[in-house]
């Protein structure tokens, strides 16, 4: 199973942007989906995720009302949409991936695909 990012890059800061993770295999429904983060000198973190089955949804406090994580069918993929941009939302955005439910979809290690990770730099 592949999952295959896009979007990011250097934004100023309140703008928005959209980040796309698309997977190979399966439908994207049988997925619980989330979005971590890594800035430098930090530890991979997590932003948010979407459990499987198309259910509920979980964002860390920083960016709830501004970040949106929602499954898109048609591309068999999980859109990250984030506006109002910080400085502090500056990190490698990486999006994970495993197949059904699971207890715990905060933790890095309990993830078996992971993306390739995209780069977000928000700064004037």
């Known amino acids: 199973v592949e999952l295959v990012q896009s979007g990011g890059g250097s934004l100023d800061p309140g703008s928005s942007v959209t980040l796309s993770c698309a997977v190979s295999?399966?439908?994207?429904?049988?997925?619980?989906v989330a979005w971590f983060r890594q800035a430098p000198g930090k530890e991979r973190e997590f932003v948010c995720s979407?459990?499987?089955?198309?259910?509920?949804?979980r964002y860390i406090d920083s960016v709830k009302e501004r970040f949106t994580i929602a499954r898109d069918n048609f591309k068999n993929a999980v859109d990250l949409e984030m506006v109002a941009l910080k400085s502090e939302d500056t990190a490698v955005y990486y999006c994970?991936?495993?197949?059904?439910?699971?207890?715990?979809?905060?933790?890095?290690?309990?993830?078996?695909?992971w993306g390739q990770g995209t780069q977000v730099t928000v700064s004037s």
């Open positions: 994970a991936a495993t197949w059904g439910p699971m207890q715990d979809d905060t933790a890095v290690d309990h993830y078996g695909y």
């Open positions: 295999e399966g439908s994207i429904a049988s997925y619980t």
């Open positions: 979407t459990r499987w089955g198309g259910g509920s949804t």
